[in-house]
């Protein structure tokens, strides 16, 4: 299948706002029925400080589920889409804490990077939602 990327957009989207572990377990298994590849990961902390640290995150996840390989591109596309993402939920953010899930979702060409985080400081957070999304040769 080489993919589409509404219905991988989709399912990073699906992983990023998973609930628990178990969901996420769930929802990668339903996936790869469909034979879209994901993974997810946490994330969390001061904005500008936790930016790198969200890319570098995306980017070992994509490699340790097998969404990506050791390639100079891969790696290099995987963190452009998280920063694509990123640069949707920055301005909200600056100044303040953010932590929230990073989905990852791949079929055939099609790349996608979700980000769903909590914006704020101590209990009175925003929600806010990023999406990237790149094509891989």
Known sequence: ???NSKEVAAAALKMAIS???EEERVFKEQLREEEIWSAAVDFGGETV???KTII???VVAAKREFLIGDTHAEEGA???ATHEAL???IPKALGLNMGGKIGLARRGDHFSV???SAVGLLHLNEVAVGLG???LM
Request: net charge positive; proline share 0%; charged share 20%.
């Open 1 to 3: 299948m080489t993919g």
């Open 19 to 21: 609930r628990s572990r």
């Open 49 to 51: 400080q936790t930016i």
């Open 56 to 58: 570098e995150r995306a």
């Open 78 to 80: 995987v963190a452009g």
């Open 87 to 89: 640069q949707q939920i």
């Open 114 to 116: 979700a980000v769903f």
């Open 133 to 135: 999304h790149r094509a």
